[in-house]
């Protein structure tokens, strides 16, 4: 007999659902819109209505779902209570005990990071390992840790945030945050933009990017490409953050291997490479040669991590 599950993303303009099969195999996904209307009081109502139309549809019966797993973005205790999700309007919301009345099935619930890490183990580009440094280089940072095939959430639920890993002390501009000289100010496409443009302002150096009426973290990476010598060297300092905030994760974590993902990740075999130089040159010696690969889930990751989450 067939086993069901769903794997659902919440973000804040979009909840993405998979459908898949216990295997892994995703049958189909679709999206539906966050209402974060009156603090995101029907989001958990929408999505059991979407699940619960999908079951009819199909023709399956709930004793052939072995659950539900949902990535929301922001920490996450327990598998399954949210203490604050300010993308979403919540607080103090037991989602597994809530979204569990409304569909009668078995929820786990994650950081969205930490699933999309998940699905990179599980079916991305750490397919085959059990000890994965997932970082995604988006809108902000984020990451995830996995010990054992295991996320690491830690007591506050605030494993994994790697985008808030203090990397420069004299930084005087505050991350969202509220902290200051967080990797997030740099690393991030908001980061290499706003290096890029500290830059310009800084000094007269010939580069194309000062041809560009606005830039944006694809263009310095495709000045880079291209041989500019001042967006070469802004994807270097890019690379000494990342490279170098990696290399002190690996002396705890010690992961078989990073996966970089996020729109950022984009550019490719240069971000792998020039995070790579760096961290090479920080790591303790027995992690010198961890491998880095690019992620390959994309936008499903978050799907396919939470479907593992019931899994486990």
């Given at each position: 007999m067939k086993k069901y599950g769903f794997g659902v993303d919440v973000g804040g303009t979009t909840v993405k659902i998979g459908f898949f099969e216990a295997t892994g195999k995703m049958l189909d996904k679709w999206e539906i819109k966050t209402n974060t209307e009156n603090n995101g009081v029907?989001?958990?109502p929408d999505i059991a209505k979407a699940l619960e139309e999908k079951l009819a549809k199909?023709?399956?019966?709930?004793?052939?779902?072995?659950?539900?797993?949902?990535?929301?973005?922001?920490?996450?205790?327990?598998?399954?209570?949210?203490?604050?999700?300010?993308?979403?309007?919540?607080?103090d919301v037991n989602v597994a005990e809530e979204l569990g009345k409304l569909t009668g099935l078995n929820v786990k619930v994650g950081n969205d990071a930490n699933v999309a890490a998940l699905g990179e183990m599980w079916q991305g580009g750490a397919k085959g390992s059990k000890n994965?440094?997932?970082?995604?280089?988006?809108t902000g940072v984020?990451?995830?840790?996995?010990?054992?095939?295991?996320?690491?959430?830690?007591?506050?639920?605030?494993?994994?945030?790697?985008?808030?890993?203090?990397?420069n002390k004299t930084e005087t501009k505050a991350c969202n945050c509220g902290g200051k000289g967080c990797l997030e100010q740099y690393a991030s496409a908001t980061g290499i933009v706003r290096l890029a443009t500290e830059k310009l302002a800084a000094d007269n150096d010939a580069t194309s990017l000062r041809d560009l009426a606005e830039v944006t973290a694809k263009d310095v990476f495709d000045a880079a490409k291209a041989g500019?010598?001042?967006?070469i060297g802004l994807v270097d300092t890019l690379g000494e953050y990342?490279?170098?905030?990696?290399?002190?994760?690996?002396c705890i974590a010690d992961p078989e291997v990073f996966v970089?993902?996020?729109?950022?990740?984009?550019?490719?075999?240069?971000?792998?490479?020039?995070?790579?130089?760096?961290?090479?040159?920080?790591?303790?010696?027995?992690?010198?040669n961890t491998r880095f690969e690019l992620a390959t889930l994309g936008n499903d990751a978050g799907m396919y991590g939470s479907m593992q989450l019931i899994l486990e």
């Open positions: 029907a989001i958990l199909e023709g399956i019966d709930k004793s052939d779902v072995q659950g539900i797993g949902i990535g929301v973005p922001g920490p996450v205790k327990n598998a399954s209570y949210v203490e604050r999700c300010v993308n979403l309007g919540w607080s994965v440094v997932v970082v995604t280089l988006g984020g990451g995830g840790v996995i010990i054992d095939g295991k996320v690491v959430e830690g007591f506050n639920g605030a494993g994994g945030e790697i985008g808030h890993i203090n990397v500019d010598a001042v967006a990342l490279g170098g905030a990696l290399a002190n994760i690996s970089i993902g996020g729109g950022v990740s984009k550019a490719g075999q240069i971000l792998i490479d020039a995070v790579q130089k760096h961290f090479k040159e920080r790591a303790f010696f027995a992690c010198r």
